[in-house]
């Protein structure tokens, strides 16, 4: 079976940093793209980044480019989101998806296909 267990969201401050961790079970992660998406209430899902499984290149959106990591842990079974100068727009629940990372022009998008159940991430003073 496979589960996604998401965990290191809480509150931080302005200009603060935070590390989200995605571990996986049922599965190896190193075999299969692996993204981050978030939602902010009212707002639509965004997908902010994504690892290929094959070269290890990495995706970012706009909105979180130089100041977001993706990374892998092959031996944990883990994926890592490192999140610095956080703003208090980063507020949402953070959830780490399985899927493609596919490339469309001079962009990327990923095919979401397992979720984790989602960690929220609070930036406010």
């Known amino acids: 079976q496979v589960q996604l267990v998401e965990s290191g969201g809480g509150l931080v401050q302005p200009g603060g940093s935070l590390r989200v961790s995605c571990t996986a079970s049922?599965?190896?992660?190193?075999?299969?793209?692996i993204g981050w998406v978030r939602q902010a209430p009212g707002k639509e899902r965004e997908g902010i980044s994504c690892i290929s499984s094959s070269d290890g290149a990495t995706y970012y959106a706009d909105s979180v480019e130089g100041r977001f990591t993706i990374s892998r842990d092959n031996a944990k079974n883990t994926v890592y989101l490192q999140m610095n100068s956080l703003k208090p727009e980063d507020t949402a629940v953070y959830y780490c998806v399985t899927g493609p990372c596919l490339l469309y022009g001079s962009s990327w998008y990923q095919e979401y296909a397992d979720w984790g159940q989602g960690t929220q991430v609070t930036v406010s003073s």
């Open positions: 049922g599965f190896t992660l190193d075999t299969h793209d």
